[in-house]
């Protein structure tokens, strides 16, 4: 039966994947990435131990027919890899959360490919991580979304963290300050060129995909934590 690894990579620090997806990626016979406009970042993690040679990019740019392009994808993949062949699957962060990896997996499963997913720290978590800022402490709960915030659930949580922020920082930061919470913007987590932005203005000037605001509620314990 053929296999394929789906593999989290973490936020973009090459020390932070597991081990499991190091050794992985050592031993494998084929390495499927995302293909990306600019530098891939996937490529740029790993590539102290892979080779160019075994690397095979999959087009999911956006077009007309999305699910068309999982199935190509995974009819490539299917095509490539033989019984016994070890294949990986490389996606940013952890594989489940927001991640083109998903519909891919659902794709190869059609072909009775049997996909084992490796986690990977995600970018909510490395980004609570680098500012000292905790997702939950007891009793409290967290609302992770994508582009909009829904105020109903804001109003009920005690910290939130939105991705995927570049299209609409200004409807996002208008409820965050509406509902009382205080925010930070950080892009390009735990890679070299991150940046943390406290104040709003400098935040709605950012225009970077690989960004996401974290916030909390303003007081807890008598510290205001951002
Ligand atoms: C397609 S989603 C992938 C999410 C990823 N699977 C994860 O676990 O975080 C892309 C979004 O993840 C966020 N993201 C991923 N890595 C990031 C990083 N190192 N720093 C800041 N945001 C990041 C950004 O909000 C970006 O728009």
């Known amino acids: ?31 499927f990435v995302p293909k990306s406009k600019g530098k891939s970042l ?8 892979t080779s160019e040679k075994n690397i095979i990019e999959l087009d ?3 077009g007309e027919d999305n699910t068309a392009k999982y199935e190509d994808a995974a009819q490539k993949i299917n095509s490539i890899v033989k019984d016994q062949q ?16 998903i519909y ?6 059609k072909f009775n490919i049997q ?36 105020e109903k659930i804001l109003q009920a949580v005690d910290s939130i963290c939105i991705l995927k922020v570049n299209q609409n920082k200004r409807d996002i930061i208008n409820k965050l300050e509406k509902h009382h919470f205080s925010y930070v913007y950080i892009k390009r987590c735990m890679q070299e060129e991150q940046e943390i932005i406290y104040d709003k203005n400098q935040i709605l000037l950012d225009d970077d995909y690989m ?8 007081l807890m314990n008598h510290h205001n934590l951002i």
Do not use: H, W
Request: include cysteine; charge should be neutral; hydrophobic fraction near 45%.
């Open 42 to 49: 996937a490529k740029s993690i790993v590539s102290k131990y």
């Open 211 to 218: 960004s996401l605001i974290f916030a909390r509620k303003k």
């Open 115 to 150: 996909v084992e997913t490796v986690p990977g720290i995600a970018s909510f978590n490395a980004a609570a991580c680098c500012l000292n800022i905790p997702i939950t402490i007891k009793d409290e709960s967290f609302y992770l979304c994508d582009r909009n915030v829904d």
């Open 104 to 109: 891919l997996m659902y794709e190869l499963q």
């Open 60 to 62: 999911f740019s956006m």
């Open 1 to 31: 039966m053929k296999k394929i690894y789906g593999i989290g990579l973490g936020p973009g620090d090459e020390e932070l994947i597991t081990m499991k997806a190091y050794n992985l990626i050592k031993a494998c016979d084929y390495i």
């Open 86 to 101: 070890i294949a990986v699957y490389l996606t940013i962060g952890d594989p489940m959360v927001y991640s083109t990896y």
